[in-house]
């Protein structure tokens, strides 16, 4: 199927990629969370005013009807289940509306762009089924029967791809993935583990082979510090090290895993971007084709970004849309650059060390023999 091209001479609202982050609400606390992390606008924190996720519903629907704004593809992140009643609400409400659009437009045979969303966990899924069976007419009347693999993943195939951001290869989640995957393509968004070097890759690797089976697209995630912060020197040389932390991780993988596995893993776009800005000086297409929409309504272009390029709250799909408009005219990085490309560049020497078994390495593996 063609996708509409986008940046015609319209005056709809076009983009290639669109990310909407729901809430800052998840219940997971996640170190380093790239949500919880970044900074609100305003004199209100974010946790404090988010869009209702009945106009950001009707921003996905406005995108998915093609008049005023049309996404090539959209992609929502969906948070473990908070506490709260009223955090609980707006996230079931939210993911009520999709997938009942989705499941409308499958019956109508109608196009929509390409929907994903990413769950945290497999638990994080089925939290979400196990309200979608009690609550959910478009669930209801697809099964009225015990569960089974295929009423589970009922959710998953009126989706165009699902991911999820941690995976263990055990019975359940075999043989729900293997259901899912029957009409819906999984992803693994697979953040590269700190602290790699020469002793212990082989341990992450395995994890990888171990995941192949379950899933068909594995996309290996390196760790930012939100894009355009203030950072201590500390925090820079710690950046450093942790790029060519990730450098390593790859060429270690792309040296020991078979074919089959490595046709299935895609590399960070940004680190990707870096690559080619550095070789072209141009890479990220941040404000170009892909944007964020924060639990505020304000907009980046880049997911990572610490601030908002259109920092005005948005609380309505008009006032969403403008943020979008304005956001487009602009580039995130003009006042404070994106850090990668400097983090990349300063990275050889960590990467060297890592790449190369140390001395005091090798005297200790003879001493062991010996003793």
Sequence with gaps: MRLPII????????VHTLFLQPTPWCAR????????????EGEQHLQDLVTPF???FAVIKTFCEGELAWANEITIAIDDLPTQRRHRNHMLGLYDKVFNLTKEARVANKMLPKMHMTFH??????????????????????FHMEDTWKSLALPGHLL?????????????????????????????NYLIPRNVNKNNINKYLQ???????IVDHIYLVIYKDPIGKARTSKEIKTSQRNIASDRFYIQELSKKLPTSIKNKIHIDGCL???????????????NISRFQIWPNGSVTGCAYGDKSISKRIGLTTGAILQNIRTARKL???????????????????????????RVGQITKDILKDIL
Excluded at 29 to 40: H, I, L, P, T
Excluded at 167 to 181: D, K, Y
């Design 207 to 213: 994890h990888l082979i171990d995941i192949n089976d």
């Design 121 to 142: 966990t497999l638990n994080t899924y089925l939290s979400y089924v196990d309200s979608a069976k009690r609550n959910s007419e478009w669930y209801r009347e697809s």
């Design 29 to 40: 606390k996640c170190k380093g969370c790239y949500v919880k992390e970044r900074n609100a």
């Design 160 to 188: 165009d791809m699902i991911n999820f951001s941690q995976l263990t290869n055990n019975s359940v989640t075999r043989n729900l993935l293997a259901e899912i995957r029957k009409e819906t393509p999984v992803n693994y």
């Design 331 to 357: 580039y995130d990085f003009t006042d404070t650059p994106c850090h990668l490309v400097d983090d990349y560049n300063k990275s050889e020497e960590d990467l060297i060390q890592l790449s190369t078994t």
């Design 54 to 56: 009945t106009e950001q």
């Design 7 to 14: 940046n015609t001479l319209s005056s709809r609202v076009e």
């Design 272 to 286: 990707k971007d870096v690559e080619k800005f550095n070789a072209t000086g141009y890479g990220c297409s941040s």
